[in-house]
């Protein structure tokens, strides 16, 4: 049977040890079947877990596979599309409960970390850099409208204050935000699984879900074994091919890439970051890094519009991090990977319910490290009867790509070059 590693990043090499998990060979019976070991699924589970269900999590590779133990460690708050738009969607009451919302994602993981003792490098501080007065605008405004949701721990930063921050001469200000950070994302995610068994959840990695009986009491087929279960939650976010075509059909995966330096040394990463706090721009297609917890710079950006693997990544992001910090010219590039986050129309997540007992959430569009811990929290409460925050996500519209399946990465890379040439020019 196929054995699939973690691709070789910098979390793969610096992962906390793990025991070995088995492939699933038998039919087995549970509460729910959670289809994925990301952030999504783990987060699930532990909630679920925590409420006196019992839990079988299928893994297709390893715990942290997917983008979980691949991203940027960013802990950024809120969601891809920004509360304001959602409300002129959706009017003000479910824009209410989902401002609410914004920011317990972050909340919610270092819950986790603080009770399970999860080792994760886990700092505080996020800042969104801006590189002209028009970002800048927009996070004042920002500003405004989270602080109208209850979220008061922002600071809007000028151009002396940023650079106190962070030793990059791009950026005319930003905003500083306390409740955002970082964390090695793979040993949260790792952290989870083993808090996951701890509370008597059962993980087999290396198991696909290859095939899903629906009814009223559906099955999941892996390539050697069945789990028969109550409910299904379907987690498999970017990597989860065709097994649920209606999901793929409004959304689309995109990669993104990271490289990481070698050891900085405390000295020279203190000029870099000196707060150790992470930074993304305001550029539609945006760079964001940060320092590890042996001080390499992890600096990731771009985007592939229908999640190619890109032939030589160090040779796309490499300059991108030397336009923002040309003092490491001479510094060595050791880990460069790729990872895929899927992408919808409105970039906002696509929650639901298929059935009466299939569950999802997948396309955060690229800032999924809160959201998929919320999204976990409100799975567990809609399976508990309590439905309310869920049907706030599950009500939120979405659409197909234009051009459809066929078409709909050209579409949307000419959509991005698009905007890409405004940052480009300053619009
Ligand atoms: C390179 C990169 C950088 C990013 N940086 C940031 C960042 O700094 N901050 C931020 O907020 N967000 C970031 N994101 C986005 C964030 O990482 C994701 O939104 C989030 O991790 C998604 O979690 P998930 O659990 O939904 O999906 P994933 O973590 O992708 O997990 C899905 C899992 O399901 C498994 N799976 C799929 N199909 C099946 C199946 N049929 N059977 C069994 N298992 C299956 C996969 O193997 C995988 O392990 C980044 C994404 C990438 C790719």
């Given amino acids: 049977m196929a054995n699939t590693p973690y691709p070789e990043s910098y979390y793969a090499a610096s992962a906390n040890a793990v025991p070995p998990r088995p492939a699933l060979q038998d039919d087995v019976e549970t509460d729910v079947c959670v289809i994925g070991a990301g952030y999504t699924g783990m987060s699930s589970a532990l909630f679920l877990l925590e409420n006196g269900f019992k839990v079988t999590v299928l893994e297709a590779a390893k715990v942290g596979f997917g983008a979980s133990g691949r991203n940027g460690g960013q802990i950024v708050n809120s969601y891809s599309r920004d509360i304001d738009v959602i409300e002129r969607t959706v009017g003000p009451k479910q824009a209410q409960l989902l401002g609410q919302m914004a920011f317990e994602g972050g909340r919610i993981i270092r819950e986790r970390v603080a009770r399970y003792n999860i080792q994760c490098d886990l700092k505080d501080g996020g800042v969104f850099a801006?590189?002209?007065?028009?970002?800048?605008?927009?996070?004042?405004?920002?500003?405004?409208?989270?602080?109208?949701f209850g979220h008061t721990q922002l600071e809007l930063m000028d151009q002396r204050r940023i650079r106190e921050v962070v030793a990059c001469d791009q950026y005319v200000g930003g905003m500083l935000d306390m409740s955002g950070g970082h964390?090695?994302?793979?040993?949260?995610?790792?952290?989870?699984?083993?808090?996951?068994?701890?509370?008597?959840?059962?993980?087999?990695?290396?198991?696909?879900?290859?095939?899903?009986?629906?009814?009223?009491?559906?099955?999941?087929?892996?390539?050697?074994?069945?789990?028969?279960a109550k409910f299904i939650i379907v987690a498999g976010n970017a990597y989860l091919g065709n097994l649920v075509p209606e999901l793929a059909a409004k959304s689309m995966p995109c990669g993104t890439q990271v490289i990481t330096t070698e050891p900085l040394g405390e000295e020279l990463a203190r000029t870099l970051l000196p707060q150790d706090y992470c930074v993304e721009d305001c550029n539609y297609l945006l760079d964001y890094y940060r320092l590890s917890g042996d001080k390499r710079l992890i600096f990731g950006g771009g985007v592939v519009y229908g999640a190619r693997d890109p032939a030589n990544i160090e040779a796309i992001i490499r300059p991108k991090m030397l336009k923002a910090f040309p003092q490491l010219k001479d510094v060595k590039i050791d880990y460069a990977w790729t990872g895929n986050f899927l992408l919808t129309l409105s970039r906002l997540p696509q929650v639901g319910r298929l059935g009466d007992?299939?569950?999802?959430?997948?396309?955060?569009?690229?800032?999924?490290?809160?959201?998929?811990?919320?999204?976990?929290?409100?799975?567990?409460?809609?399976?508990?009867?309590?439905?309310?925050?869920?049907?706030?996500?599950?009500?939120?519209?979405?659409?197909?790509?234009?051009?459809?399946?066929?078409?709909?990465?050209?579409f949307a890379a000419l959509g991005a070059w698009y905007y890409g040439l405004r940052d480009k020019f300053g619009y």
């Fill in 357 to 410: 007992n299939i569950y999802y959430s997948q396309g955060c569009s690229g800032h999924g490290v809160t959201y998929t811990h919320l999204a976990g929290k409100v799975l567990a409460e809609a399976l508990r009867g309590q439905a309310e925050r869920f049907d706030a996500f599950a009500d939120l519209p979405h659409y197909p790509f234009p051009g459809g399946q066929l078409l709909r990465t050209p």
């Fill in 130 to 148: 801006a590189m002209t007065a028009k970002q800048m605008g927009h996070l004042e405004s920002q500003k405004r409208l989270w602080e109208r």
């Fill in 183 to 228: 964390i090695h994302p793979l040993n949260l995610a790792l952290g989870e699984a083993a808090a996951v068994e701890s509370l008597g959840g059962t993980i087999y990695e290396q198991s696909p879900a290859v095939r899903i009986e629906r009814g009223a009491n559906p099955v999941v087929h892996t390539p050697q074994g069945k789990v028969r």
